[in-house]
């Protein structure tokens, strides 16, 4: 329930007067009546145990601390529940009963929505020897769905080696350069958004110019080839490879250029990602896209407000800013490639800056952008030219503060406190009381002190990178736990002074409640710590080792 936006309804009085509530849960905690109520009532009834509610709001309420964006192109995680009594007020809601508690799924709400219609008055503007305009206008219906780009294709004679080009959406013309000479091309149009594309418009013909003859070489010299440049060469002048291997970064902006172009390689079938700007995904520019199985590609320009989802820019009153969007898979590796202009002037856009640049990396695999399976750090600099770009920093899961962060949980968690919990086991007898209890008490002590240090180095340098779905949450509870368990210890009720006296009911719970939850938070602090070794890329022979260490 962590930061979740959520609607409890009930009935309540003698004639049941239905009642709908918005509410934020902060954790596990009890959710908070919002100041803000942005749900609306639309009809509720109760016949026996059962409870029938209809209740409506706007997609984006303006409440952008309480309530979550609702886009038709986003699938958003849904939990539901139900509960067996009647807060007294709204303000108190109830416990949720646990053996009626549902699931979590995902869903994309937008009911009747559909691809959009074709462009209408597609037509040619004007042309050259090697250049061609065409322009458009907006369809007739985006399908309910704000359109993301235009897809401009170009099949030449022959029918193969087609050329594509990704308009933004806010742009209705085209200006296609370098086209091969001396052919003959088809051109049509699309309209594009997350949910599909539209049929194509009629076609435009053009015809480009043969090349002029050129003179010939001195018969005495052999004949020479200009070197072939790679479009990759001209427009990728630096790459970095993050994640431990499993996605590359290329990025070049050319010379006299205010474009920057960018390639994503990542090992998956499901989507890539690279974000900047903000402090990690807090105010984030973020680019996401991914390749489906019929060969689809879908890029879309998103602006992050923390650790969730990313909405996507035109959902949020801003404009795609990106073009040239191209994508492949094959045999397990993701490709997709983008351009976007270094400042576009879109407030949902970061600017990005020759020099060094901070970013976000992120692979998932799976194509929903719910969840990523790997994400990382880097520093890219960016120069104009091929010249003199590089790689300033990189990520990587073991930085200086990641293990310092594991080394600190292990010496804490793996030798003092669970030593401590095998002195106040088996210690009694070689450490007589009080020695083995002091022994006992100082050694939890100490192992906090220690873990926590380690806690608040990962705090202080924020690596959330170094999160799985339940690695940080679990760790974070686990230090919580130890906090009440020297509080329990310190509050402990008193112990006989001899052997004759016997152990008040108090002192017996006490030491079973403390024991057993010392063995539970070391056991979860353990299981952590496992966790935290496969995030950091440690090799399989060292969890083994760590593994026999422990056993």
Partial sequence: MA????????????????????????GDLTPTLDSSQDWTLISGSRSGPTLRVEFERLLQTGDTAR???????????IIWATGSQVPAT??????????TVGGLNSYRFCIGCTAPTIPQNFQLVSSGSNWVVVSW????????????????????????DSIIRTIPATELRANITALPPDTTFSISVQASHCLGMSDVTSEVTYTSLPLPPSNPLPPALPPQKPPVQ?????????????????????WGVPENSDTIYFQLEGKTNGWVGIGHGGRLMNNADIVMGYVEANGNVFVGDFWSIGESTPILDTVRGGKSSIFDVKGTQANGVTKISFARNLTTGDSQDVAWTIGD????????DIDSFEYHTLRGTARLQINRGSGGSGVVGDSSAATPARIAHGVLMVFGWAELSLIGVLVARYGKVRFPAPSWFKHHMYLQIFGFVVSLVGLVIVLATNTSHFTTRWHAQLGIAIMVGALLQLVMGLMRPDAPKSLKDKKTGKRKAFEWIHGT?????????????FSGLVQMGVPLFGIIIFAVYIG
């Avoid at 790679?230 to 290329?250: C, F």
Wanted: proline share 10%; charged share 10%; with cysteine.
């Fill in 3 to 26: 930061s979740a936006d959520i609607l409890i309804a009930y009935t309540s009085g003698p004639s049941n007067t239905p009642y709908v509530g918005d509410y934020w849960a902060f």
């Fill in 67 to 77: 309530d979550r964006v609702i886009s038709p192109c986003n699938p958003i995680p």
């Fill in 90 to 99: 709204p303000e108190t809601p109830q416990q949720h009963s646990f053996a």
């Fill in 137 to 160: 206008t907006a369809p007739a219906s985006t399908g309910g769905v704000p359109l993301e780009s235009y897809i401009v294709t170009l099949v030449p004679n022959g029918g193969v």
């Fill in 230 to 250: 790679s479009p990759q060469a001209s427009l990728y002048s630096s790459e970095v490879s993050v994640l431990n291997g499993q996605m590359t970064v290329r």
């Fill in 357 to 364: 640049n901070d970013i976000i990396v992120a692979i998932s």
């Fill in 517 to 529: 939850f010392g063995k539970v938070l070391v056991i979860g602090a353990v299981i952590t710590i």
